[in-house]
């Protein structure tokens, strides 16, 4: 991919078509809440939202966000 978070930064660019992200730090305060992270790259870390229901899924097919989860986003 073209995009990395140092990029993302340094250029301010809001909309992206996809970056792999690493999950270093996950809290969640609580159920039905949603979860504060640190996403990492090779270029560097930034802080994010992650919705509720990514933090609490139990779906088999669809398992929780954990740290060490390596992502997609788009």
Known sequence: LKYS????????????PGLIVLVKKLTV???GTDGRATL???TG????TV???LCESR????PPIVVGS???LK
């Open 5 to 16: 978070i140092e990029r993302i930064l340094h250029e301010k660019i809001s909309r992206i």
């Open 40 to 42: 990492k790259d090779p």
């Open 29 to 31: 305060t609580g159920r």
């Open 51 to 53: 919705h509720q229901s």
């Open 70 to 72: 390596v992502l997609l």
């Open 59 to 62: 779906d088999r097919d669809k």
């Open 45 to 48: 870390e930034v802080e994010a």
